[in-house]
């Protein structure tokens, strides 16, 4: 560590006040206080670890998520250490000072951990380290991005910028400077390795953005609609996110992920001394990305289109999820367009579309708007990678010592979501669908805290098995009681939570439920719709 960053270290020392760490609401609490305990639980990984719901970072979100409420089960049976790196709604780091022991990070990727690039989803030649995928904040005060705001300070305890990997090596050698401290060390990571696929925006060269674009330049604002219009003739942007190319394009390669996740893992043994000595390392398998309620099927759309037009059906050549009077047994079955397409057809019916000009969106004969749709069949291209990323987890965890734990926690949740395994909580069935199915927040990617709780309880009973413990299940059905993702009057919609947001959350917002005990309280979209969803617009690109 250079002069200059060990100055920075004890100036945050010296300012920092002393609380205790084992109290989730008292985060402020002395920089290494969460390592003064006999465990310590540490996360790695994505948006899951780190707590993001709606796609909001906040501490309200953080402190509802699946890490925390395992660490809240633990510390009730063994002495546990842990640390948020909490935020406040403007996503900045509300106690700079703290030492965070969750690394997850918003948006990571088996090479982000370590502060790389893929070059498939960058439009590049090669793999490359950046900046981008690092903490490298001098100041507590002046942290630019998510990285900085969730790994300070561990950029100047290295003595040099630093990815979740390189945090994770830092806090786990100190530990093992501590022999009477022991880790739980739950890695989390390669959702976002199918994420753009499913999802049907992000990446780079071009940026791919789910939009029915010819349908609704006229209604855009006349600025944004012609940058968009010039970036999609310069090969910028791309509103066929569906193709089979554009997702091939945004799959990593299966060998490239079982190198890398491999490579993560052989980082940390070769550079924490003793690893398994004074670590439990807990690996977790994949759900199907391609099962979240983000992604809305025939059954979605005629509920909810309905609302404004009674008259609503898919057309014939969109595959439906079951037929008129089916019941729906299977939630894998059936195209799927994304959230932000149907937010575009929803606001186009609510501002005087025909259903038939609607119905364009959802054209799939392979010559116009058929990127927009996700069809079974490349629902099948993502599931199939995803069983592959999982065999490479499930490889790495079977050729390791006794103290790497597989959680085989995908395959699980895929049973639960897509059907295939009856789940309830308080008799209130959860499934993939979007705010009815009781699992997902509004955006529909991130779960809600019923979704996060399940999700914690079937973690906490692998760890319980593994290291012998009797840390209790969390009531589920307590937690649903005050989950503001639950929609209590069934018409659909959900209250969410009690906070305001800007850019693309911001529109999700538009439509929480006004009033969740009357059923005929319906969200009512602005009448400037189209120049708040054209001002989100320009924030995904």
């Known amino acids: 560590m250079n002069c200059k960053n060990l ?3 004890l100036l ?11 109290d989730p609401a008292r985060s ?4 290494f206080s969460a390592l003064n305990h006999k465990y310590v639980l540490i996360g790695l990984g994505d948006s899951l670890t780190q707590g993001t719901m709606d796609g909001a970072d906040n501490s309200l979100n953080t402190q509802n998520a699946y890490l925390q409420k395992i660490y809240e089960s633990l510390s009730q049976v063994q002495d546990t250490g842990f640390m948020q790196p909490l935020l406040n709604l403007r996503e900045k780091r509300l106690y700079p000072f703290t030492l965070p022991t969750n690394l997850g990070i918003d948006g990571s990727d088996v090479f982000h951990i370590e502060g790389l690039t893929y070059y498939k989803r960058e439009g590049a030649m090669q793999t490359t380290r950046s900046r981008d995928y690092l903490c490298n904040g001098l100041l507590p005060w002046v942290l630019h991005d998510i990285y900085d705001n969730s790994l300070y300070p561990y950029n100047l305890l290295t003595g040099n910028p630093a990815s979740q990997i390189d945090s994770a090596i830092w806090l786990l050698n100190c530990l093992h400077r501590r022999e009477a401290a022991r ?3 739950i890695l989390w990571i390669g959702n976002n390795d199918s994420s753009s696929a499913a999802l049907g925006y992000g990446t780079n060269n071009p940026v791919f953005v789910p939009l029915p674009f010819a349908l609704i330049e006229n209604l855009l604002k006349p600025g944004i609609a012609a940058l968009l219009g ?10 066929e996110p569906y193709t089979q190319a554009s997702i091939e394009r945004n799959l990593t390669e299966l060998a490239d992920f079982a190198t890398q996740y491999e490579h993560a893992l052989m980082r940390l043994e070769t550079s924490v001394e003793g690893l398994y000595e004074t670590t439990d390392v807990f690996l977790c398998t994949l759900p199907y990305y391609s099962s979240v ?3 809305f099927d025939s059954d979605d759309l005629e509920f909810y289109l309905r609302k404004i037009a009674p ?10 999820v079951a037929e008129p009077g089916e019941p729906v047994t299977d939630f894998t079955r059936g195209d799927r367009i994304n959230l932000i397409t149907f937010m575009c057809m929803y606001a186009m019916l609510s501002t005087g579309a025909d259903v038939k000009t609607v ?3 959802l054209e799939t004969d392979g010559v116009q708007n058929d990127g927009l749709v996700l069809s079974q069949y490349e629902q099948g291209l993502i599931r199939t990678r995803i069983d592959g990323f999982n065999d490479a987890i499930r490889q790495a965890a079977q050729k390791r010592a006794g103290n790497v734990h597989l959680i085989d926690l995908g395959p699980w949740l895929n049973d639960i979501l897509t059907g295939s395994t009856p789940f309830e909580v308080q008799g209130r069935r959860i499934t993939r669908k979007w705010i009815r199915g009781g699992c997902f927040s509004i955006d529909g990617v991130h779960p809600g805290y019923t979704g996060q709780a399940i999700m914690a309880n079937r973690i906490i009973e692998n760890i319980n098995t593994a290291l012998g413990l009797q840390a209790p299940l969390l009531d589920t059905g307590s937690i649903m009681a005050s989950d503001p993702y639950i929609d209590n009057d069934g018409d659909g919609w959900a209250p969410g939570p009690d906070y305001e947001r800007s850019g693309l959350t911001g529109m999700l917002f538009l439509f929480k439920d006004p009033d969740d005990t009357d059923p005929a309280a319906q969200p009512a979209l602005p009448a400037d719709i189209w120049i708040k969803l054209s001002e989100a617009i320009l924030r995904l690109m």
Request: proline residues 6%; contains cysteine; glycine residues 4%.
């Open 7 to 9: 100055l920075i270290v």
């Open 12 to 22: 945050i020392l010296l300012c920092s006040t002393p609380l205790h760490a084992a």
């Open 28 to 31: 402020t609490s002395a920089p």
């Open 183 to 185: 880790a739980i060390f």
């Open 230 to 239: 010039w970036a999609q003739e310069n090969g910028k942007v791309s509103f």
């Open 293 to 295: 309620g983000y992604l």
């Open 311 to 320: 008259q609503y059906s898919v057309p014939s050549s969109f595959a439906r």
């Open 359 to 361: 119905n364009r969106v």
